[in-house]
């Protein structure tokens, strides 16, 4: 059974950081490409960031690029989310995904249950 | 940026009712070399993850009921559920993983009328 178990959330004031992490069972880690999506409090979807299968190849959404890093450890099955200088504005729920293949344009198919980001003074 | 529009915003449907939703694209999500539309549907219920119902447009996922269907190709898509069912009530958003940055529509909210 596919489980995404995402952690790492909390509250946070605004400029400081945070890591997400994203652990993964039941699937071959290594060969499928992740994505980081985030939900605003009452608002919709928003794509973040994707890594490939591989871990070579990452990307990122313009409001978070520099400031946010993906990264994988298949050894440990975890993907994480480095956010650095974070702004009020990324107070979401972020979700970790799986996708159904190695390329990060690939569909995601499973989705893990959040962890809450609250960036407040 | 390829913005997702989706219609109508909100929708009540009687049970036993077919329910549409529309997704359009601002530029064609269709890939040639590959003959798919990267296009996927998705329901979310309150204090849940999103869930996949449709990937490349029109392939039911694993464990989706079959009222659940997809079509369209290019920049026009369309979900349907056939016979609308009081579990089915949720907010339902089209996605586009063909051009970076992926996007999403804004949402459809699905009640019962």
């Known amino acids: 059974e596919v489980q995404l178990l995402d952690s790492g959330g909390g509250l946070v004031q605004p400029g400081g950081s945070l890591r997400l992490s994203c652990a993964a069972s039941?699937?071959?880690?290594?060969?499928?490409?992740m994505n980081w999506v985030r939900q605003a409090p009452g608002k919709g979807l928003e794509w973040v960031s994707v890594i490939s299968g591989s871990g070579a190849t990452a990307y990122y959404a313009d409001s978070v690029k520099g400031r946010f890093t993906i990264s994988r450890d298949d050894s440990r099955n975890t993907l994480y989310l480095q956010m650095n200088s974070l702004r009020a504005e990324d107070t979401a729920v972020y979700y970790c995904a799986k996708t159904t293949g190695t390329s990060c344009y690939s569909p995601s198919d499973f989705w893990g249950q959040g962890t809450l980001v609250t960036v407040s003074s | 940026d390829i913005v997702m529009t989706q219609s109508p915003d909100s929708l009540a449907v009687s049970l036993g009712e077919r329910a549409t939703i529309n997704c359009k694209s601002s530029?064609?999500?269709?890939?040639?070399?590959?003959?798919?539309?990267?296009l996927g549907w998705y329901q979310q219920k309150p204090g849940q993850p999103p869930k996949l119902l449709i990937y490349?447009?029109?392939t039911r996922e694993s464990g989706v009921p079959d009222r659940f269907s997809g079509s369209g190709s290019g920049t026009d898509f369309t979900l349907t559920i056939s016979s609308l069912q009081a579990e089915d009530v949720a907010v339902y958003y089209c996605h586009q993983h063909f051009s970076l940055p992926f996007t999403f529509g804004q949402g459809t909210k699905l009640e019962i009328k």
């Open positions: 490349w447009a029109s």
């Open positions: 530029q064609s999500v269709f890939y040639s070399s590959d003959n798919k539309n990267y």
């Open positions: 039941g699937f071959t880690f290594n060969n499928y490409a």
